[in-house]
């Protein structure tokens, strides 16, 4: 856990620094989707689901067909789907 703790760190520093100082280039552009993406993976490795969702979303904003995002989304929206469901069913004991 220590190791996406830190990446995330790193991971939102970039996105934050790129988020304000890019130019829009094209290549700026990758590495915000790439940011996001990453920061993704290390949200979902740390259980932290709509935070994952929140960076896969913002990965699609840059590119709507990108597969990384759009299968991460899923990923996330399951897992999301799972917990609800789970909440669901402790009600009714």
Known sequence: ???YKLAR???KKI???????????????HLLLAG????????LRL????????SC????????????ALYRRGLVRTLLFVVAVCMWCLVDL
Do not use: F, T, W
């Open 9 to 11: 760190g790193q991971y």
């Open 1 to 3: 856990m220590g190791k």
């Open 47 to 54: 259980g932290r689901h709509r935070q994952a969702r929140d």
């Open 57 to 68: 979303e913002c990965g699609l904003q840059l590119e709507p067909n990108n597969v990384k």
């Open 15 to 29: 996105v934050e620094y790129l988020s304000s100082e890019s130019d829009g280039s094209e290549s700026a552009q």
């Open 36 to 43: 996001h993406l990453n920061l993704a993976i290390c949200y």
